[in-house]
């Protein structure tokens, strides 16, 4: 084995145990149903004036005061299913930036949502018929990483009515609900909640298993 070889194996091998490894490797399910690292745009998302998606990049544009939701239009799963998603937030420091993983999407105006908050919160909610109602709401956890350029792994486990929720390995929260009867859709979401200026959240990559 090469000298190169060796330092890559011992690089992979320090990020996994600094809890460094992508989405890729986070999620635990055998069988692969999705996965994306946006070198293209093919990947079946809604594409709009607010999504950016090239180079590696999933890139929410967000206007003052502004959240953005983006259900994956071309894939549906089942009840049991592993979401992992690697959220990088801007190098340059910013007022309150939101990025999360939305989970049992019906349509733009029902689904869940799993999000973490660049002040170190995380939080739970879910829209119903276009309204919101929050389930948990700005929980503090010092597993989400808040320095400016840092990324975040989000992870939401579905199993049947009952899911779990980590960030960078750790598991934050259970709940049980009520997920859509035939199938459902994931997707993610980027909120800014500084009522001054434009920001951008950036994911770098999503995979679904089961």
């Not at 949502?113 to 660049?118: D, P, R, S, V």
């Not at 959240?201 to 679904?208: A, C, E, P």
């Amino acid at each position: 084995m090469n000298t190169r070889r060796i330092a890559l194996l011992a690089f992979l091998v320090s990020a996994v145990a600094l809890g460094l490894a992508p989405a890729a490797q986070a999620c635990e399910g055998t069988q692969l149903k999705f996965s994306d690292d946006f070198d293209d745009d093919a990947g079946g998302w809604a594409l709009n004036n607010a999504v950016e998606i090239a180079d590696g990049n999933f890139t929410f544009a967000l206007e003052p005061d502004d959240m953005q939701a983006n259900l994956n239009i071309s894939h549906t799963v089942e009840e049991n299913v592993d979401i992992c998603a690697d959220a990088v937030w801007p190098k340059e420091e910013n007022g309150i930036l939101g990025a999360g993983i939305l989970f049992w999407g019906e349509d733009s105006s029902n689904f869940f949502q799993f999000g973490i908050l660049n002040n170190g919160k995380y939080w739970i909610a879910r829209r119903q018929d276009g309204r919101w109602q929050v389930i948990v709401q700005n929980m503090k956890s010092d597993a989400i990483k808040v320095q400016p350029g840092s990324t975040n792994q989000l992870r939401v486990k579905a199993s049947g009515n009952h899911v779990s929720f980590f960030v960078n390995g750790d598991e934050l929260r259970e709940l049980r609900g009520q997920p859509p009867a035939r199938g459902w859709r994931f997707g993610l979401s980027g909120d800014n909640f500084d009522k001054q200026a434009s920001e951008k959240i950036v994911f770098s990559s999503v995979k679904v298993t089961d």
